[in-house]
């Protein structure tokens, strides 16, 4: 028995065309699938209810974020194995099968991620190492974006690395990620100060550190559309380029360092792009194109990293849910 949680938020008909995608590469293979859906607005529960009755449906009333949903369809899980899916990422034949085979013949391994693909064919990052703020300044500053193939520039990312092997890494995103439930009975569940972001990158520092191993492998892929829920909160700032809801973020960026670095790490990562978006105004007072609305942005991300500091008590506290 293998389960397959899916938690949706606002995302209807591409959560339609996962389960699709799921129930067609899986032929043969016994899964449990569980959809716990974040008080959606767009009727997805209703849609899973009525067009795939075999799914265990969990609908809440409030938005309660991603790790606490996963922890609810982990407390009712029975496979051996658990495979977490995004609703705007879609299976490829034979990944589920593929990546099973991987985890039995591979018994240190408590998560390993697969290839995410972009709908455009393109390979994504899908094994990472642990974050800190040298990456986050390669990152920012656009290093690691023009030199995407250094293993130096782009070290974060592994750099160089064609996808085509597997490999122990830090970390994988929970895009398309099967973990052992062994390991998860022994480590725990999600950390439930991550309302969304980081939690992946938590559990996975939590895996290492009790002596698992995290690997990607090349032969589970996914087809990943790319911030589907986060793109629905109109209500926010989004980062465009990674997807994201920034003030997310920057809050659960603040927790996970001072959970498992400390005050200083925590300190000078939020510090590099505090400073790069005080640079960023500096460098546009002077009249341009487009200098205006320039200003106006580094002003409002400098404006949330300091909310997020403050929020998060330094990192020590999680906000109450919903963010």
């Known amino acids: 028995m293998v389960s397959v949680i899916i938690v949706s938020y606002n995302t209807k008909d591409i959560l339609r065309n996962c389960l699709q995608a799921l129930f067609t590469h899986s032929t043969g293979i016994d899964l449990e699938v569980f959809v716990v859906d974040n008080n959606s607005s767009d009727d997805s529960a209703l849609m899973v209810q009525r067009e795939?009755?075999?799914?265990?449906?969990?609908?809440?009333?409030?938005?309660?974020?991603?790790?606490?949903?996963?922890?609810?369809?982990?407390?009712?899980?029975?496979?051996?194995?658990?495979?977490?899916?995004?609703?705007?990422?879609?299976?490829?034949?034979?990944?589920?099968?593929?990546?099973?085979?991987?985890?039995?013949?591979?018994?240190?391994?408590?998560?390993?991620?697969?290839?995410?693909?972009?709908?455009?064919?393109?390979?994504?990052?899908?094994?990472?190492?642990?974050?800190?703020?040298?990456?986050?300044?390669?990152?920012?500053?656009?290093?690691?974006?023009?030199?995407?193939?250094?293993?130096?520039?782009?070290?974060?990312?592994?750099?160089?690395?064609?996808?085509?092997?597997?490999?122990?890494?830090?970390?994988?995103?929970?895009?398309?990620?099967?973990?052992?439930?062994?390991?998860?009975?022994a480590i725990g569940l999600f950390d439930l100060r991550f309302y969304l972001y980081y939690e992946e990158t938590d559990l996975c520092f939590r895996a290492k550190k009790a002596g698992w191993k995290v690997y990607f492998t090349p032969d589970a892929e996914v087809i990943h559309v790319g911030g589907a829920s986060s793109k629905t909160r109109k209500d926010k700032a989004i980062d465009?380029?990674?997807?994201?809801?920034?003030?997310?973020?920057?809050?659960?960026?603040?927790?996970?360092y001072r959970?498992?670095?400390?005050?200083?790490?925590?300190?000078?990562?939020?510090?590099?792009?505090?400073?790069?978006?005080?640079?960023?105004?500096?460098?546009?007072?002077?009249?341009?194109?487009?200098?205006?609305?320039?200003?106006v942005a580094a002003i409002a991300i400098s404006k949330l990293i300091l909310q997020s500091l403050y929020d998060t008590r330094m990192g020590t506290v999680s906000p109450p849910t919903p963010w």
């Not at 380029?241 to 927790?255: D, H, K, N, T």
Request: a positive charge.
């Open 52 to 185: 795939f009755p075999s799914v265990r449906l969990t609908a809440n009333t409030q938005n309660i974020g991603f790790a606490a949903a996963n922890n609810q369809a982990f407390e009712h899980a029975t496979g051996r194995y658990i495979i977490l899916l995004n609703p705007d990422a879609y299976i490829r034949p034979s990944s589920i099968r593929n990546c099973i085979e991987f985890m039995d013949r591979t018994p240190k391994c408590g998560l390993c991620g697969g290839k995410i693909i972009s709908p455009q064919g393109h390979i994504e990052p899908s094994a990472r190492r642990f974050p800190n703020a040298l990456y986050k300044l390669l990152t920012l500053s656009g290093i690691s974006g023009k030199f995407p193939a250094s293993p130096l520039l782009n070290h974060h990312e592994f750099g160089g690395f064609a996808h085509d092997r597997p490999m122990e890494v830090d970390w994988v995103p929970g895009t398309y990620t099967i973990l052992r439930k062994e390991m998860l009975d």
């Open 240 to 256: 465009v380029g990674a997807a994201q809801v920034l003030s997310f973020r920057m809050r659960s960026e603040c927790l996970y």
């Open 259 to 295: 959970k498992n670095k400390g005050l200083i790490p925590m300190l000078l990562a939020t510090g590099v792009e505090f400073f790069w978006y005080v640079a960023r105004y500096i460098k546009n007072v002077l009249p341009s194109k487009d200098a205006a609305k320039k200003r």
